[in-house]
């Protein structure tokens, strides 16, 4: 009991040791509120005792700014300034302590995102922009369809990534052509597959290869299922989007649109109100259908039986939730990390190790009989 | 939790892919009983609740995560699924892994 109080004491007493700095900046960025780590971080770097650590934690919290929050977040982006500070840090701490291992093991990780970062520096080539362009012209009924062709096959030839195939295929479902879209959006996968296992250096980490391919599949599937959407194969497109929306993750907003419009063609309001919402808390989308989105979801409240508040109100505190739910749920989100080690024990009593299901895919599945 | 043996039955005789349900009961009998009614075909272990939700980050039960094969969670479906728990979604999964 005395030592409890010892203990407390002390810890009050040394408030605004370094130490104290520190381990306070930890907390934060274990909980990913990078600004006040950075700042409590950043003062214990000026004390020589927690010098090396301080540089070290700031080094990797800037290597996360620069390289790699894109990945963990969506809607982050990666801030290539804090990519020259991140090194500059790890190397203060080497400097710090050239013992120590963790640092030098970070440097040596960051060194290489900075390597990979050399690579396909250059601009789009004009050739491809304006093939870009001349598909899009497409879109109107006045360019004969066979220009559209000549302009995709141009495209293909004149480099390997699969945007033909899917900007094509919307291009195609404007038109109507809806057979011939879903075609090309097939193709466009594997395509898109050996584009980026081709380029896989491009790509600074492993997450982020397995991201792109998980999204090009999306795409392909989002598009199949609108173009199957437009010709009223309502089950073909649930399918089809719904395997999109897992792909996605539930986070794309052309997405959630398209399963809000399949919705309300299936008269399930219910349904389309919720993807609706979910399309406008997820940024981007076009504005055209962000409009159309907030009208269709006008006209379902209104329809609704409460109508407590006015709509513009309404939305707002809808859309609101809906962003902080999926902060919150993104802050503890174990997607694309390691497994954690658990400790489990067998049901009678011994420990049990999932390192023996190492190298096979896993369903790992928590429950309780009640 | 049956439709999990369906599923199982489709991937058993794959030697890459594991099962692991993991119980969080505190009630060791009711888990038995409940174990002796569903007969799992694969392995069953039991951890402390508190520290299963910290490690991996849910709230809500039952919780899956699908790991690859290099041990990163590539989906996780927190409590239930939205549009009910179905063998096909399970095994779409289970496949989107194993053949990617």
């Not at chain 1, 710090?96 to 995102?113: G, H």
């Not at chain 2, 409590?79 to 779409?92: C, K, L, N, Y």
């Amino acid at each position: 009991m005395l030592a409890a109080i010892v203990v407390t004491v002390a810890a009050a007493g040394a408030q605004n040791s370094a130490r104290d700095q520190l381990a306070r900046g930890r907390e934060a960025w274990d909980q990913r509120l990078t600004k006040t780590a950075i700042a409590d971080v950043q003062e214990a770097t000026r004390d020589p005792a927690t010098a090396a650590e301080a540089h070290e934690l700031l080094g990797l919290i800037y290597a996360f700014k620069g390289w790699q929050q894109e990945n963990v977040f969506p809607g982050f982006h990666d801030e290539p300034a804090y990519r020259e500070k991140a090194i500059a840090e790890l190397k203060a701490a080497v400097e710090a302590d050239p013992k120590r291992f963790t640092s030098r093991q970070a440097l040596l990780v960051a060194e290489a995102f900075a390597a990979a970062d050399k690579i396909d520096q250059l601009p789009p080539r004009p050739l491809i922009t304006e093939l870009d362009a001349r598909i899009e012209r497409g879109r109107s009924l006045d360019i004969p369809i066979g220009e559209l062709v000549e302009a995709l096959q141009a495209r293909m030839k004149a480099q390997a990534d699969p945007t033909p195939y899917f900007a094509g295929a919307q291009v195609l479902i404007d038109r109507g052509e809806y057979n011939n879209a879903i075609t090309l959006a097939e193709h466009g996968v594997p395509v898109a597959e050996r584009f980026i296992q081709e380029n896989l250096s491009a790509f600074q980490m492993e997450g982020k290869s397995d991201a792109a391919l998980m999204r090009s599949r999306a795409q392909a599937a989002d598009i199949i299922g609108w173009a199957l959407f437009m010709k009223k194969d309502y089950p073909g497109a649930d399918a089809k989007l719904g395997e999109a929306e897992r792909l996605y993750r539930g986070a794309d907003f052309n997405n959630q649109f398209h399963l809000a419009e399949l919705a309300r063609a299936q008269n399930k309001p219910d349904r389309a109100r919720e993807h609706y919402l979910d399309a406008l808390s997820l940024t981007a989308g076009p504005p055209a259908a962000r409009e159309r989105a907030t009208e269709e979801l006008a006209k379902l409240y209104a329809a609704g039986k409460k109508k407590r508040k006015p709509f513009k109100g309404w939305l707002d505190a809808q859309l609101t939730a809906r962003q902080n739910e999926r902060k919150k749920a993104d802050l503890k989100s174990r997607l694309d990390t390691q497994l954690p080690t658990l400790e489990l024990t067998t049901l009678d009593g011994k420990p049990y190790s999932t390192s023996s299901l190492q190298g096979k895919v896993l369903l790992l599945n928590f429950f309780a009989s009640w | 939790m049956p439709h999990l043996k369906t599923v199982y039955a489709k991937f058993q005789n794959d030697p890459n892919v594991a099962f692991l349900l993991v119980s969080i009961d505190d009630d060791q009998k009711r888990l038995e009983r409940y174990l002796d009614e569903m007969k799992f075909p694969f392995p069953v272990v039991h951890a402390s609740s508190a520290e299963m939700q910290r490690a991996m980050g849910f709230n809500d039960l039952p919780s899956t995560f699908y790991v690859d094969r290099r041990g990163i969670v590539r989906y996780q479906i927190l409590g239930f699924e939205p549009h009910g728990d179905s063998d096909a979604r399970v095994a779409w999964y289970i496949d989107q892994l194993t053949h990617h």
